[in-house]
C-alpha cells in the first residue's frame, strides 16, 4: 500500500480460550493482559513506554480459536514494533507479583457482565447455539479464575505459543523482502510443538429465558449457515444481507421502520472452520416482545420465498463498498490477510471478490436458503417475562 | 485523496438537539429518524432502495449544535449520493403516517437507557456539566416526546433548515471544480433563515448520585478545559493524553495495572466553541469504587506536580500516529474538515497540527495544567451505594 503512511500488524496465535483448562476457564483472558507486562529486556513500564513512543495503538484479543496480537503506526515504526511483538510472543515475564491485580480486573469483567444484558444474552446464546467449547465465553467463572496460578499461566505460554499455527499479517507501506527477512530473524529459531484444537461436542441449542428485572427484554436468535470457504459462502453473506444489510433490509424495514418494534435490530453471519451461523439481537421493551420475536422469525423463515432482483442489487452493491472501504485501511487489510489464510490457506484477490460478489442473484441466493433454510433456531431471551417460542 | 477509491461527506447542520422546543425534548432525535423515509421524488422505500444502491453507508446523528449527515461510498457514486442528501435537507416528506412508529422507538431508545447503568451516569453527568442547554439529553421524557405532533416535526424543518450555517465537507477520490459546480447546483437556490443557538446558562455542576441495584458502581467525572481554537488547544490534548493515551498513561497504569481496580478507565476532551472539558469514566465493583474514585481524583489533581519528559515523547508519538492515520480515512477526514471549519473558519494542514504536536514539551503542558488545574469536579455515581465525594 504505496500511498499510506501506517502499516498494521495482526498476528493470529492459536491460543484462544478454547484451550483454557477446563477447571481454570478465564485463563487466555487472564493470560492475555499479563503477557504485556514487561517482556524481553523490558519490564512492565519500559514496555509501554517502548510501545507508546512508537505511537504503537494495539490490542490483544482473546477470540474462541485464537488470542489476537494488533498493532498500527507509521510504517517507518513497524520494525521496532515487531522486535517488541517478538519479545512478547516468545520472551514475556508474565510476573507472579501481578496475577492478584490482572485476577481482580477479570472479576471485575465477570461482574460487568450482570450489567449489559444485551452481552449476558448473547454469552448464553453462544453457549448453547456452537459446539463446544467453541460457545464458551472468554470471562470464565468466579471459582474458575481462583483457581488459576502463575504456574499455569506460565505452563499455557510453554504449550500453546510456538511458531506452528500462528499467522502474521502486515499490511501497509512496507517492502516485501526487509519485512520477510526481519520476520525470519525475529522467529526462525523458534522451536515449540503444536496441538491440534480440542473436538467438538454436539451443541445443546434449545430456548432459553434469563429472568432479569430490566425495562427492555433482549431476543438473541441463531440459526446454522455453511463456513467460510463453502462453495455457498457468496450465498449466505448475500441472504443475511438481504435480512440485515442496509436500510431497506428485511428486518430494518419491518421490525423497526414499519412497526417500531425495536431501535436495534440486525443478523450477523459469524464462522468457524467446521461450522458457520447467522446470529440475530432485537432489544425491545417487555410489552412488545412477544410480536419482536414473532415478527424477526418470520422474516428469517421467509427468505425460502425467494428475494427480489431489487434486493440482490442492493445487496451486490452494499457488499462491494464495504470491499473497498476494507481495501483502504491498513488494519482491516492485515484482519482481512489473516483470516483468509486461516480460513483459505490463500488471500483472495480484490477481484476475485468483486466477481463472486456480483455473481449474486435471486436464484443463487434461493437456491442457497432451500439448501440450508433458516430453522432449528437456538433462541435466548433475558427480561422480566419468557416469551412463548415458535414451534 | 487520489490514491483511495472512496469518498465521505459530512453535512453539518446547525439543527441539534439544544433546539428542541422545551416542552418538546427528543424532537430532534424524532426529526431525524422521519427525515429519511420519503424525499424529492422517492417515497421510503424508494429512497431506502436509492441509497442502498449506491453501496452508500450513512447515518444521521445528533449532536447538541449539530445534526449530522454522514455517507461514505465509492468516489464514482458520490454526485448521485449528493443528490439524495440534496433531496433529504431540502425536500423531506417527514410523513405523518410514521410518526407514531418513530414515536415508539424514541420511547424505547429512552427506556433502554435504564439498562445501561454507563451510559444512564454520562447523560447525567453531562446535564450537570455543561451550561444549559449544551447538557441536554437528546432523547427527551416521555412526556415530552408524547408532545411532538406532526405539525412541530414540519416546523422544525421550516425553521432550521436552510443554507446558512451549514458546512459540508468531502473527502476522497473526488475533483474540485466538479463538485463545487454540483455543489452549487443543488443549493445555490436554497434560501432561509438562520436563528442562533440559545443562549447558555450557568451550569448546574456539583454531585449527584443514581441509586441502582447493579452489580458495578459507575463514575463519571468533568473538570473544565479550554475549547478547540484556544492557544492552550494542544496543551490542553497534550495533559489529557498524559492521564489517558496508552498503555503507560497514568489512569492506565494507576488504576487499572497497578491496582487492579476497573477494567475501563479514561479521560477525554470535550469541546464546543465556548465551553470544553475533560471527562472521565470509571466502571467498577460496589466495594472498591471509592478508592477508584480516590485514586482517579488523586491522578487528575496530580497534574499540577509536572510531566516528565518521557511522558510527552509518548503522548506526541500517540498523538502523530492518531493524525497519519486520521488523514488516511476518508470517513475521519471528511470529520476533521467540517469540525475544523466550525470551530476555526478554516482547515489545519496535516504539517500545522504536526508542529503543533512536536511543539508539546513538559514545560508548555505545565504552564496549561497551572493555568486551568483540574479541579471544581462536576461527579455523578451509578450503583448500589453513594461514595464520599472529594473536598
Not at 449457515?225 to 431497506?248: E, I, N, R, T
Not at 460478489?357 to 419468557?386: C, E, M, Q, W
Amino acid at each position: 500500500m504505496d500511498h499510506v503512511r501506517s502499516a498494521a500488524v495482526n498476528f493470529l496465535v492459536p491460543a484462544g480460550c478454547v484451550y483454557d483448562p477446563p477447571d481454570q476457564l478465564g485463563l487466555v483472558s487472564i493470560f492475555s493482559d499479563m503477557i504485556t507486562r514487561g517482556a524481553g529486556d523490558r519490564d512492565s513500564r519500559a514496555l509501554s513506554l517502548a510501545m507508546d513512543s512508537l505511537g504503537l495503538d494495539h490490542s490483544e484479543s482473546v477470540g474462541q480459536l485464537h488470542l489476537r496480537f494488533w498493532g498500527s503506526t507509521l510504517a517507518r515504526n513497524i520494525p521496532p514494533a515487531l522486535e517488541i511483538f517478538a519479545d512478547i510472543l516468545r520472551r514475556p515475564h508474565l510476573p507472579a507479583e501481578e496475577l492478584d491485580a490482572v485476577k481482580a480486573l477479570a472479576l471485575q469483567d465477570l461482574q460487568a457482565l450482570e450489567d449489559e444484558p444485551r452481552a449476558k444474552a448473547m454469552v448464553e446464546l453462544r453457549r448453547r447455539f456452537w459446539p463446544a467449547p467453541l460457545g464458551q465465553d472468554r470471562r470464565g467463572t468466579e471459582e474458575s479464575i481462583g483457581q488459576i496460578t502463575s504456574t499455569s499461566i506460565r505452563a499455557f505460554h510453554a504449550a500453546r505459543f510456538g511458531p506452528k499455527g500462528i499467522i502474521l499479517a502486515v499490511a501497509g507501506n512496507m517492502d516485501w523482502r526487509p519485512l520477510r527477512d526481519q520476520v525470519e530473524k525475529l522467529f526462525s529459531d523458534w522451536r515449540g510443538v503444536s496441538t491440534p484444537p480440542p473436538e467438538l461436542l454436539p451443541p445443546l441449542k434449545g430456548h432459553a429465558h434469563l429472568p432479569k428485572d430490566t425495562t427492555q427484554t433482549q431476543i438473541v436468535i441463531a440459526y446454522p449457515s455453511v463456513p467460510f470457504g463453502d462453495p455457498d459462502y457468496y450465498a449466505a453473506l448475500g441472504a443475511v444481507q438481504v435480512l440485515s444489510g442496509g436500510m431497506g433490509a428485511r428486518l430494518f424495514t419491518e421490525v423497526r421502520e414499519k412497526r417500531g418494534l425495536c431501535y436495534a435490530v440486525s443478523a450477523n453471519y459469524q464462522t468457524f472452520k467446521q461450522v458457520a451461523g447467522v446470529l440475530c439481537y432485537a432489544g425491545t421493551t417487555t410489552e412488545r416482545a412477544q410480536e419482536t420475536l414473532d415478527v424477526t422469525i418470520g422474516e428469517l423463515k421467509r427468505l425460502i420465498d425467494g428475494v427480489s432482483e431489487e434486493e440482490v442489487q442492493r445487496v451486490r452493491a452494499g457488499l462491494k463498498s464495504a470491499v473497498i472501504m476494507q481495501e483502504e485501511s491498513t488494519s482491516s487489510r492485515a484482519g482481512a490477510l489473516a483470516s483468509d489464510w486461516y480460513y483459505l490457506g490463500r488471500v483472495r484477490a480484490t477481484d476475485e471478490i468483486q466477481h463472486a460478489i456480483d455473481a449474486l442473484s435471486p436464484r443463487s441466493i434461493l437456491n442457497h436458503v432451500k439448501k440450508y433454510p433458516p430453522k432449528d433456531f437456538t433462541i435466548v431471551t433475558l427480561g422480566k417475562n419468557p416469551l412463548q417460542m415458535p414451534v
